[in-house]
């Protein structure tokens, strides 16, 4: 199986996030400053403090979006690559393409699928695409309100990634009616998860089972692409 990482667009995402957070501690430390210098404030001092802690938690916040999804800690296309690394070489892997496409696509002889992968833990269930999770200990749910990954919806960013990836192909001359077949695939990478699936418009799977649920479970899934075509694909996506 081929891996493509787009590693620029990954480099300057981590960069901003971090100049976002340095940026954050500045501010805080004026806010602090202004506290600290001005035992007795006046009105004008205090709002200077507040807006500075204020400034000072957005700008944290904004670095913290793109650490969870730039971030080494947070990235899924190396578990994803090595559970997949079977896949032979008409599969690829295509990791942070663009921007405006999903982090995710994979390629392969029966089509495209946007992968959207969870790293979270805990009990997640879901019925007719009605998500819920449980995230196991009363530690690590009230660290959960406090910074912690937002799980949302993961039918939703499957739908919206795969709407993306046709509007993108179309752009780049691939009129619909000659694109292939575009799915969707849901992946927990984190061992330690509990799934309860009772109705789902996609597959949901852990990383043990991701390389069956491609291959087409039982069956092999049907061919739609050649060689040729995945490359031109493949070109689409990355250029």
């Not at 009230?142 to 192909?169: E, N, S, Y």
Request: include cysteine; proline fraction near 5%.
């Amino acid at each position: 199986m081929h891996v493509v990482v787009n590693q620029r667009v990954i480099s300057t995402r981590v960069k901003f996030a971090s100049a976002a957070h340095l940026g954050a501690l500045g501010v805080f430390a004026v806010g602090l400053f202004i506290s600290w210098s001005n035992p007795e404030p006046t009105l004008e001092q205090m709002g200077m403090a507040y807006g500075a802690i204020i400034i000072g938690l957005i700008l944290y916040n904004v670095g913290q979006i793109f650490l969870r999804r730039y971030g080494p800690r947070f990235r899924h296309d190396v578990v994803l690559a090595k559970a997949l690394k079977s896949l032979d070489k008409r599969y690829t892997l295509i990791a942070f393409a663009r921007t405006k496409l999903p982090d995710y696509i994979l390629v392969g002889p029966a089509g495209i699928q946007v992968v959207v992968a969870r790293l979270h833990d805990g009990t997640i269930s879901c019925r007719g695409d009605h998500w819920s999770r449980t995230a196991g200990s009363w530690f690590k749910r009230v660290m959960a309100m406090f910074g912690g990954t937002p799980f949302g919806d993961p039918t939703q960013d499957v739908a919206k990634g795969i709407a993306k990836v046709r509007a993108h192909l179309t752009e780049a001359g691939i009129v619909e009616a000659k694109q292939p077949p575009i799915d969707g695939l849901i992946v927990f990478t984190n061992p330690a998860v509990k799934l309860r699936i009772d109705g789902s418009m996609y597959p949901v799977v852990t990383l043990k089972s991701i390389r069956t649920s491609v291959r087409g479970g039982k069956g092999p899934r049907e061919r739609t692409l050649d060689e040729r075509g995945a490359e031109r694909v493949v070109q689409a996506l990355t250029e």
